[in-house]
């Protein structure tokens, strides 16, 4: 599944992406172009707008109803069905939504602090911005965060 969500749903399209849903964060209007590269790119829209939902549009249009993100999330998933796969969690950049590449630690040596490069084996980097992940304290505190949120779906994650 991947998504197109509008510019007032930045903290969700970071959630989605964590999970590893392809999904862009379109910063402007969400005008006719919007629309159109769902369409071009079969992404289901995201929408904090009516006037997005009352629009012509051949692909899904989902309005947002919560407020919050942890809800938001929570009303995303259930409402496409959607079981988020742990295999899947962190293998998209969560700034540019391109999928990482895994990285053998010598590839990263002069990239990261000396203290990771000794006590990390698992990196990963980003063909996009160049950014090198590995796991650590921001995806420990993301991963019990999404337990917390993903209390229906407990032990998928
Ligand atoms: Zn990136």
Not at 2 to 21: E, N, V
Not at 52 to 64: D, E, I, M
Not at 79 to 91: A, Q, V
Request: with cysteine; net charge positive; glycine share 8%.
């Amino acid at each position: 599944m991947k998504f197109l969500a509008d510019s007032s749903l930045g903290r969700l399209s970071t959630w989605l992406r964590i999970l590893g849903y392809d999904t862009v964060y379109w910063r402007g209007e969400a005008d006719r172009a919007f629309l159109r590269k769902a369409e071009k790119e079969g992404r289901a829209v995201l929408t904090r707008r009516k006037d997005v939902l009352a629009r012509q549009h051949p692909g899904l249009v989902l309005f947002v109803e919560n407020d919050r993100v942890e809800r938001q999330l929570v009303e995303i998933l259930g409402k496409l069905d959607l079981k988020p796969e742990p295999e899947n969690l962190f293998t998209l950049c969560l700034r540019c939504n391109e999928s990482l590449k895994a990285a053998k630690p010598e590839e990263v040596r002069s990239l990261v602090p000396e203290y990771v490069f000794r006590t990390q084996r698992d990196f990963r980097v980003c063909p996009g911005c160049g950014g090198v992940f590995w796991p650590g304290t921001h995806r420990e505190r993301a991963l019990s965060a999404l337990r917390r949120v993903l209390n229906p779906v407990k032990g998928h994650v």
